[in-house]
C-alpha cells in the first residue's frame, strides 16, 4: 500500500477498501516533517485497494461510519476491535485479548472459530484494523524514533517505516542497537 498526499478529504460513499493516505500531528499542528508523531491516520478515499476481501456492502453502519469522515483514530480503532469481540460472542465464542504492541491488539482464536472471526471481522473490523496497522507501522514509536535518530545525524528521514530502515542501514548502522535501544528502551 503506498502513501499519499496530504489534503482535505471529501468523504465518498462510492469507495470499495481504503489505504492510509496521510497522518496528521493532531491539535491544530502544522507540523509536516516525518519526525512529528502523528496521532490520527488520514485515508484517502479516491485511492481503491487491490484487495479482493473488502467488501463495503459487508460492512456494519459503524464501521463504515468510522472510516467515512476519512480518519481513523484509536478512538475508532477500539471500539471496531469491540464490536467484532462482540460478534463472535454472538456467535459462541471468545477473542482471547493477549495485549497490545504499538497500539494494536493482539488476539486469539479457537480454530473452530475461524467462519465466525472471517465474518465478524468483515463486518465490523476489517478496514479500520488494515489502516490502524499500516498507520501504526510507519508512524508509530520505532519509526518514530527512526527519524529522530536520522535527523540527529543530519539525515533526512524518509516518510515510510521501511524507508527510514534502509536509510539507517544505508549509513552502516545497527537500527536495534545505535537507535531503538537508545530510544525506546533508553
Same mark, same amino acid.
Given at each position: 500500500?503506498?502513501?499519499?498526499?496530504?489534503?482535505?478529504?471529501?468523504?465518498?460513499?462510492?469507495?470499495?477498501?481504503?489505504?492510509?493516505?496521510?497522518?496528521?500531528?493532531?491539535?491544530?499542528?502544522?507540523?509536516?516533517?516525518?519526525?512529528?508523531?502523528?496521532?490520527?491516520?488520514?485515508?484517502?478515499?479516491?485511492?481503491?485497494?487491490?484487495?479482493?476481501?473488502?467488501?463495503?456492502?459487508?460492512?456494519?453502519?459503524?464501521?463504515?461510519?468510522?472510516?467515512?469522515? &476519512? *480518519?481513523?483514530?484509536?478512538?475508532? !480503532? %477500539?471500539?471496531?476491535? +469491540?464490536?467484532? #469481540?462482540?460478534?463472535?460472542?454472538?456467535?459462541?465464542?471468545?477473542?482471547?485479548?493477549?495485549?497490545?504492541?504499538?497500539?494494536?491488539?493482539?488476539?486469539?482464536?479457537?480454530?473452530?472459530?475461524?467462519?465466525?472471526?472471517?465474518?465478524?471481522?468483515?463486518?465490523?473490523?476489517?478496514?479500520?484494523?488494515?489502516?490502524?496497522?499500516?498507520?501504526?507501522?510507519?508512524?508509530?514509536?520505532?519509526?518514530?524514533?527512526?527519524?529522530?535518530?536520522?535527523?540527529?545525524? &543530519? *539525515?533526512?528521514?524518509?516518510?515510510? !517505516? %521501511?524507508?527510514?530502515? +534502509?536509510?539507517? #542501514?544505508?549509513?552502516?548502522?545497527?537500527?536495534?542497537?545505535?537507535?531503538?535501544?537508545?530510544?525506546?528502551?533508553?
Amino acid at each position: 500500500m503506498a502513501v499519499g498526499a496530504r489534503g482535505a478529504l471529501a468523504p465518498r460513499r462510492s469507495r470499495r477498501c481504503l489505504m492510509i493516505a496521510s497522518c496528521s500531528p493532531g491539535a491544530g499542528s502544522t507540523e509536516e516533517r516525518p519526525t512529528a508523531l502523528p496521532t490520527v491516520a488520514q485515508i484517502d478515499p479516491a485511492v481503491l485497494a487491490a484487495d479482493d476481501d473488502c467488501d463495503p456492502t459487508r460492512m456494519s453502519k459503524e464501521q463504515f461510519a468510522a472510516i467515512d469522515d &476519512g *480518519e481513523i483514530s484509536y478512538d475508532d !480503532y %477500539l471500539p471496531g476491535f +469491540q464490536r467484532m #469481540a462482540t460478534c463472535m460472542e454472538a456467535d459462541g465464542y471468545t477473542l482471547v485479548h493477549e495485549g497490545e504492541n504499538n497500539e494494536i491488539v493482539d488476539t486469539s482464536i479457537p480454530d473452530a472459530a475461524f467462519p465466525s472471526y472471517q465474518e465478524c471481522y468483515a463486518r465490523e473490523f476489517v478496514e479500520v484494523d488494515k489502516t490502524w496497522q499500516i498507520y501504526r507501522e510507519n508512524f508509530g514509536p520505532p519509526a518514530h524514533a527512526l527519524s529522530e535518530c536520522l535527523t540527529e545525524r &543530519g *539525515e533526512k528521514p524518509a516518510l515510510t !517505516y %521501511l524507508e527510514k530502515y +534502509q536509510q539507517f #542501514a544505508a549509513l552502516g548502522l545497527d537500527p536495534q542497537k545505535d537507535c531503538w535501544d537508545v530510544k525506546l528502551r533508553g
